[in-house]
């Protein structure tokens, strides 16, 4: 490996709660571990520093130096997109990425015959960081001659830097000051009070001492600022998506035909996949029309699968489905893989009595042919009223129900949703209230009211319950709306 | 038809009922109900309240409680008389001795056994009556025991469920033979304490009112009802509805039958109470009086002992009398203060320290056959053994006998605000910004939640205005107070239940002080006071060094250098009268005599301040104002603070003589005093006062500056006895500092903390005082500081400083460093390593403090060494021979105190700013001893180490700061608008310059502050910590 490059994205946290509320950024603001008054402060913007808010202060303390302190947390699931993100940019400037696991916002990126593509390093860096800066975030991109070198040298340096020699890489390393390099606060502390505030002075100390006083990790540190060991690249993996696209020879408006032509494309694409030992986990398909629009979908199989006729199924099924606006002049398929490791231990399952994977498959050709939202469950809410005790979610994976045993037997209320509104209650209607229709006959029996109220803090809901029983026999579940002033059929008592 | 309502939970229920006692009472009067009951959840901490009112209003108040069985069902007790309420008390006692603090639990078998005098409603959506297995074998158990006295109660909140549950309820009862009555949860005394229900559901469970779902109440349906309203409700069951009544008739007691006894001392054969008072009492007068107690002493004893034995007080003098005698036997140093002061009685029982006879204070602002309410003693004892005390007084009066009284947390701005604001969901970063903005008691205004960035007019925020309103004075939960106790002759948990505090060993009651007093019970105070610990510890120390005994009733009266240096000013350390304002007081009043200094610790208070009393009493007793009183009638009580009100027993003899008041008028105008703050209760006394004084030919002018007088003494007034007493224990610290400042400082560190100023600052002064400091040595050092003989330093002695100042340092590991070092002296680190046995993290902390000085001659050497040291194969501890040398860079002086102050907060090498001294002078910036002597208008520029900012209520908008140097202090005071512009250096910088004019009077120099600034010398002190005062 002759050149590493290490791309810094300064307080890659706090950068992230900026670009969330960009109407911050002339004020001071903090990242803190978490939404209280005693969270601590990570990392503080320059207003803050201004204030003397610093990193490692309670957010309650900060706040007595400045009112106008802003904070949040930024969760760390955000933190992990946003290094994934800035891993698959930087796939564009370097084949091997490495994001540190200790700093989020630190890369290493192997620049060995990037030569040949840009014109120079000091372009290279400067690409990285226009390119980073698209999406609003600010890095500093050191290339040197060893990993300890551009890390140094990006995380010291106010500016792009490129080290021309080992030697200068060197010697620009004696002058780092350790609170730049060294993240652990205590070896950092104890170091400053040993008066040792360069990396030179850190080196000079003996490698021993070193480790018999501050343990493994200093001992590592003091190895690699020595220029010992740590350059080998563990790079990110990536699935990358695989993509064809085909124009037809002419506009095209039978699905049938449509679907023959991404069958060649598919075989091609499963191939693809199978050689870098992945399986299709979602094929997302685009038709170009003759209108200038673009018609997009997707498939997913049940499970992760090679198998193209799975595949075809489903898009058959999806194609059918889709109306429309003008003929096909093109179509593009992007395969999107995982590893295919589970998928192939799935092999050896043993097969339970009930088939869950045949229902699986079933449910992907529903939501193949009808959309995502067509398979759901109902999700138990703990709401007070009916329509929020309950919500309807995407089914994906599908579980063998297991019904808590009941003590006794439960009525079965049928839940209209929406709620269906009833005529006026006429007190003086000479045939008594009509709910159901002159075939059900009036109501005859009603027992209640029972009274749900509430939601004061968003938007106030009051509504009268009632069991009505009308001359049929029918038990109608009904309300009255204080607010609309209005009767709604709620449900039915089977 | 009418009902009573049987059911009723109020906020003392904590987090669930959402009205005070005293609103369901007021909405009862109103909607025309003659009874209700108080069942607040295993307690009746609201009872008092709701009794108080009761009888204001004239409805008759049941009294009861929803008991939580061991399953977490629930039923409800009411106390129908006073047997049953003694049952009451002592079943909640027994659920909640036995459980964590706010649970409580009892089994079914517990109730039946307390059922005499109770009657149990069994019903509700927490009962096991209702719930869906038929409790055969409890009905039973609790049918034979409360026999007609049980009820099946209904419950109709027009929910879902209501109709099930009642259908059970009816047929159990039926087949049990049990009566029903209506019934339902009154939560709020109206619809509209709703939403606070609501968000008080979500405090309780930490959850917000998007996410809290089933946990609140599903309707409006838990407010007290009319009389119609639940009669209509009940239409189908008039009979149920009737039943109500025939409870309330059947509880017949009040709170009002309620007889305490105070504790009587198990007496010498045959003696009654009151000629063992009288006997002791005379004893002790003997000894006061070196065996010849004057007649007006004799004549006051007498009359005080005849009006105790007339109110039957005995006891509770000889309780005071036995605690004392405890202190002093296991030498606890006490001091009794409030209005026992007043007492001849209490100075004879050495429980209080002044003699009353000879200062002129009147017995009758302590007990009064008028007033007949209960003497008020609080006891000061040394902090540092208080708790010793505390707990000799539940062993002596037994924990049925003996429990502290409670205090509730109520909600104030910014805890309703954290708490609201978690509720409605906004972020708590966010919460925490508007709370800053606000003091303890200060509502936001919608202006404030703009300010913090939450939209004005939203829904949103009129909810957070509309609910930190209403969650005002609700409590929060029980706390402890902090030294009353209630001591009974009969038990105390039959009076009231007695629970767990937080703190181990400590038992509480459910009322608080207010209650206390308003049923008219005793209380005994004991409270810590950490200046009696110095003056322990430093008369210790001069009988162990010096081999003289003093105590406070011995050391010299008007000693005339202790009263030198209290008159200049020079009052660090000293009790009560060493703040930057006393000191600035102190060469103004020049205190002279002990009443001068009774009134120099009244007067710098935020009563007399803001009832501009402090000026015209100065004036007066430099004579640069006439003596003059607007009324021959108030000379007798102004006479003696020169026509000036400044004790708050001469604004109620103000009240009493100029404007009529009776004594019950008077004692009500001190408690409004004292809280008229939260309530404004003072403001009920303006038109009254003005309008008798007017009326007796006081002109308005002086009648309106009374009140604004007594209106000042509601923020903080002191009263004569108790600055009487505290006066004394700053005398008595002044002589020590004046006669053994070695000793003194001694005392003062090994007590610490407590006071006014850092350690950093008490030593520095003991420093410009003469008192040679040394530092923190393994080889020297014991846990405490101590004192070594010095030539030259203080009485003789020089303070070593002790390994306690050893940052972070537990005192297990000083006290092994001291019994190792007994043992056999330590010959290098590794020896100390090693024989010691402490980690690492306390070595590197020793050699960081200098104190492994004695090995290693530079820290940082002593620092790499420290962490170096590894345990040998013998396990034991040894350098490695081997390891290559590492050199550092040796700390220099300014450095060394560095570190010194980081590590132990003070040095005794050096101040910082001398090592700058040369620095300082060539940027013309001059230290406090030149500005001492500078003339009044002078223009200066000073840089100094910030030691106290102070931000007085009283000072509008004022702010002060006390800067530090090697030579004394300069205070600077800083307007409101030049703090707002230089408000971030003022607040962050622990080194600042500041630049403006000296204001030089009576010998107090103040710099009045221009500009601030951050000098601009190439090195900087260290960071120091101030003490901060808002």
């Known amino acids: ?494 | 038809m009418s009902y009573v309502p049987l059911y009723c939970k109020s906020t003392y229920s904590f987090l669930e009922g959402a009205s005070q006692p005293d609103e369901l009472v007021e909405e009862a009067h109103r909607v025309g109900l003659r009874s209700i009951a108080l069942t607040d959840r295993d307690g009746v901490y609201g009872i008092v309240r709701a009794h108080k009112r009761a009888q204001e209003l004239g409805v008759h108040l049941i009294i009861g409680s929803e008991m939580t069985l061991f399953d977490e069902s629930s039923l409800i007790l009411l106390a129908s008389d006073r047997k049953g309420y003694a049952n009451l008390c002592r079943l909640i006692s027994k659920g909640r001795l036995r459980s964590p603090k706010g649970v409580s639990q009892v089994s079914v078998e517990e109730v039946c056994e307390h059922a005499e005098g109770l009657l149990c409603l069994w019903g509700g959506a927490r009962s096991l009556l209702a719930g869906e297995t038929d409790p055969k074998a409890m009905t039973r158990n609790l049918h034979e025991a409360f026999g007609d006295r049980l009820y099946a109660m209904l419950t109709r909140h027009r929910e879902a469920g209501d109709l099930r549950r009642e259908h059970r309820v009816r047929e159990r009862a039926k087949a049990a033979g049990i009566s029903t009555v209506a019934g339902m949860e009154v939560l709020y005394h109206t619809p509209a304490r709703r939403p606070l229900q609501d968000a008080l559901t979500c405090i309780r469970h930490g959850v917000t009112l998007a996410t809290a779902g089933r946990l609140l109440q599903p309707n409006a349906e838990h407010a007290l009802r009319p009389p119609f309203g639940f009669a209509s409700l009940y239409e189908d069951d008039p009979g149920a509805v009737m039943r109500t009544e025939e409870i309330a008739e059947r509880c017949t007691f009040s709170l009002k039958e309620i007889r305490y006894r105070y504790p009587l001392e198990r007496l010498p054969d045959g003696t009654s109470a009151a000629e063992w008072l009288r006997t002791i009492t005379f004893e002790g007068a003997a000894k006061r009086y070196n065996g010849t107690v004057p007649r007006n002493v004799q004549q006051q004893l007498e009359k005080e002992l005849d009006l105790i034995h007339d109110l039957e007080y005995e006891g509770y003098f000889l309780t005071m009398w036995e605690l004392v005698r405890y202190c002093n036997h296991h030498d606890i140093l006490c001091q009794g203060r409030g209005s026992a002061a007043n007492s001849a009685v209490c100075y004879c029982l050495g429980v209080t320290a002044v003699d009353p006879v000879r200062m002129g204070l009147l017995f009758e602002r302590f007990l009064s056959r008028e007033r007949a309410e209960p003497p008020d003693i609080d006891l000061d004892i040394e902090h540092d053994r208080r708790e010793e005390v505390i707990q000799h007084a539940y062993t002596k009066y037994k924990r049925t006998h003996a429990a502290m009284v409670a205090n509730f947390i109520r909600y104030r701005a910014r805890s309703a605000i954290r708490d609201i604001g978690k509720v409605l969901g906004l972020p708590e970063t966010a919460i925490e910004r508007v709370a800053r903005m606000l003091s303890h008691y200060e509502f936001p205004s919608a202006n404030a939640l703009h300010d913090a960035g939450l939209n004005p007019g939203s829904k949103l925020q009129t909810n957070l205005l509309q609910l930190i309103r209403e969650i005002e004075d609700v409590p929060r939960h029980l706390s402890i107070h902090p030294g009353g106790f209630l001591l009974g002759h009969e038990a105390v948990h039959d009076l009231v239940p007695i629970e767990n505090a937080t703190m181990p060993d400590r038992t509480v009651i459910q009322w608080d002080k207010e209650d206390v007093e308003e049923l008219g019970l005793f209380k005994v105070d004991l409270l810590g006071l950490g200046a009696l610990n110095v003056v322990h510890r430093s008369f210790d120390l001069i009988t162990k060094h010096c081999g003289e005994q003093f105590s406070l009733a011995t050391i010299p009266a008007n000693d005339k250098p202790t009263y030198d240096l209290i008159q200049a000013g020079d009052t660090v350390g000293v009790f009560q009268i060493e703040s930057r304002a006393q000191m600035a007081m102190l060469p103004r009043l020049r205190p002279e005599t002990y009443y001068d200094l009774v009134i120099e610790v009244s007067i710098v208070r935020p009563g007399p301040i803001t009832g501009g009393m402090v000026h015209p009493y100065l004036r007066r007793r430099s004579g640069e104002e006439e003596i003059d009183y607007p009324h021959p009638c108030l000379e007798p009580i102004l006479k003696k603070t020169l026509g000036i009100p400044l004790f708050q027993e001469q604004v109620m003899q103000l009240a009493i003589v100029a404007a009529d008041y009776t004594p019950g008028e008077a004692d009500q105008l001190r408690r409004d005093m004292a809280a008229w703050r939260k309530s404004g209760r003072i403001e009920r006394h303006r038109e009254r006062l003005i309008a008798r004084m007017a009326r007796k030919g006081i002109q308005l002018e002086f009648a309106e500056r009374v009140f604004e007088q007594i209106r000042g003494f509601g923020e903080y007034g002191f009263p004569e006895s108790h600055a009487a007493s505290f006066a004394l224990i700053a005398y008595g610290t002044a002589w020590l500092k004046t006669h053994y400042p070695a000793a003194f400082l001694c005392g003062l560190l090994n007590a610490q903390p407590m006071g006014f100023y850092s350690p950093s600052t008490l030593v520095e002064d003991a420093k410009r005082h003469g008192v040679i400091v040394a530092p923190i040595d393994v080889m020297h050092s014991e846990w405490d500081c101590t004192l070594e003989p010095r030539a030259g330093s203080g009485e003789g002695f020089a303070v070593r400083m002790g390994l306690r100042y050893v940052k972070s340092m537990q005192q297990n590991e000083g006290m092994r460093i001291v019994a190792c070092r007994e043992q056999k002296a330590f010959d290098s680190l590794t020896d100390f390593a090693f024989v010691t046995q402490l980690d690492h993290g306390i070595l590197a902390r020793l050699a960081e403090s200098g104190a492994l000085e004695t090995f290693k001659n530079e820290r940082r050497d002593a620092l790499w060494d420290a962490l170096g040291v590894t345990p040998t194969p013998h396990a034991g501890f040894a350098l490695d021979d081997a390891e290559p040398t590492a050199h550092f860079t040796a700390l220099d002086a300014l450095e060394t105190t560095h570190w010194d102050y980081t590590f132990t907060s003070h040095s005794a090498r050096g101040h910082p700013l001398s090592h700058l001294r040369d620095k300082l002078s060539r940027n013309r910036l001059p230290d406090a001893a030149t500005i001492r002597n500078m003339a009044n208008g002078a223009r200066v520029r000073y840089a100094g180490l910030v030691i106290c900012r102070q931000r007085p209520g009283t000072a509008r908008g004022v702010v002060f700061m006390t800067l530090e140097d090697e030579t004394g202090f300069v205070n600077l005071v800083i307007w409101e608008k030049t703090f707002e512009k230089y408000e971030l250096l003022a607040k962050t910088e622990s080194f600042l310059g500041a630049t403006g004019k000296l204001q030089v009077q009576s010998g107090v120099t103040h710099l009045v502050v221009e500009q601030l600034w951050r000098p601009e010398i190439e090195e900087k002190p260290c960071e120091t910590k101030s003490r901060n005062f808002h």
């Open chain 1, 1 to 494: 490996m002759e050149r590493l490059g290490c791309v810094d994205v300064r307080a890659l946290p706090l950068q992230l709660l900026l670009r969330t509320h960009p109407d911050w950024r002339a004020l001071p603001v903090v990242v803190v571990d978490r939404d209280k008054p005693t969270g601590l402060i990570q990392w503080a913007n320059e207003h803050a520093y201004a204030r003397r808010i610093f990193p490692g202060m309670r957010y309650a303390a900060a706040l007595s130096l400045s009112r106008e302190l802003r904070g949040g947390v930024v969760q760390e699931a955000e933190i992990g997109d946003a290094i994934d993100l800035l891993t698959r940019r930087l796939w564009c400037f370097s084949p091997h990425i490495e994001p540190s696991d200790r700093e989020p916002g630190v890369f290493w990126l192997d620049a060995s015959g990037l030569r040949n593509i840009f014109p120079s390093f000091d372009a290279w860096a400067a690409r990285i960081g226009d390119d980073l800066r698209t999406i609003q975030l600010y890095a500093i991109v050191a290339v040197g001659f060893s990993r300890f070198g551009s890390y140094a040298g990006a995380r010291s340096s106010a500016r792009n830097r490129v080290f021309q020699s080992a030697n200068e890489e060197r010697a620009y390393l004696r002058g780092v000051p350790i609170e730049r390099i060294i993240a652990d606060a205590s070896l950092r502390d104890t170091l400053f009070k040993l008066g040792i505030e360069t990396l030179g002075a850190f080196i000079d100390l003996p490698a021993s001492g070193i480790r018999k006083r501050f343990g493994a990790e200093a001992y590592e540190l003091h190895r690699f600022a020595r220029g010992e060991g740590w350059d080998t690249l563990d790079p990110e993996v990536l699935f990358e998506p695989i993509e064809r696209r085909e124009p037809l020879d002419y506009p095209e408006d039978n699905s049938e035909r449509l679907l023959f032509r991404f069958a060649g494309m598919l075989h091609g694409m499963l191939g693809e996949l199978s050689a870098r030992h992945e399986a299709l986990k979602m094929l997302r398909f685009w038709l170009c029309l003759g209108d200038g629009s673009e018609q997009e979908s997707e498939v997913s199989p049940a499970t992760p699968t090679l198998d193209a006729n799975q595949i075809l199924v489903l898009l058959r099924l999806r194609l059918s489905a889709i109306a429309l606006s003008a003929s096909v002049m093109e179509i593009k398929a992007r395969a999107i893989g995982v590893a295919a490791s589970q998928q192939q231990l799935a092999l050896f399952q043993e097969s339970a009595l009930r088939n869950v994977d045949a229902a699986q498959r079933a449910f992907a050709k529903i939501r193949a042919e009808l959309g995502n939202d067509a398979v759901v469950y109902a999700r138990l809410c703990e709401g007070q009223l009916p329509e929020a005790q309950y919500a309807w979610e995407r089914l994906y994976t599908l579980a063998i129900p297991k019904p808590p045993r009941m003590a006794s037997r439960q009525l079965v209320r049928l839940i209209y949703a929406p709620p269906v509104e009833l005529p006026p209650s006429d007190r003086h209607e000479p045939d008594g209230w009509l709910i159901a229709g002159i075939a059900e006959g009036p109501v005859e029996e009603v027992v209640g009211p029972q009274i749900v109220s509430g939601g004061w803090w968003t938007k106030d809901v009051s509504r009268a319950y009632f069991y009505v029983r009308t001359r049929s026999g029918r038990w109608l579940w009904i309300y009255h709306d204080h607010q609309r002033r209005r009767w709604y059929l709620q449900g039915e008592v089977q």
